[in-house]
Nanobody
């Protein structure tokens, strides 16, 4: 059973960088043909896909967030991370990590609320 767990600060100040880590258990992030994604959901709004890192380390980002988003990984810890720079209150959301088994996301973390506020 694959499990994903998000971790990171719950409060970030405007203009700073939001950093979250997803720890994966029950499966390796380097297993072929799987990818690992970040998704967010602002309060009262729908899910927004942010980006993905594939099993080979290649990355793809949402065009609307590409200039501010970076996804990386630490294979020794079986973790992948999200960095979102220059945050504003509009970046307040529940952030989820998920495994991608194309074309769907079959395992999700429980999500973590990040609030952007001074």
């Amino acid at each position: 059973q694959v499990q994903l767990q998000e971790s990171g600060p719950g409060l970030v100040k405007p203009s700073q960088t939001l950093s979250l880590t997803c720890t994966v258990s029950g499966g390796s992030i380097t297993t072929s043909y799987y990818a690992w994604s970040w998704i967010r959901q602002p309060p009262g709004k729908g899910l927004e896909w942010m980006g993905v890192i594939a099993y080979d380390g290649s990355t793809y980002y949402s065009p609307s967030l590409k200039s501010r988003t970076s996804i990386s990984r630490d294979t020794s810890k079986n973790q992948f991370s999200l960095q979102l720079s220059s945050v504003t209150p509009e970046d307040t959301a529940v952030y989820y990590c998920a495994r991608v088994r194309s074309p769907s996301m079959d395992y999700w973390g429980k999500g973590t609320l990040v609030t952007v506020s001074s």
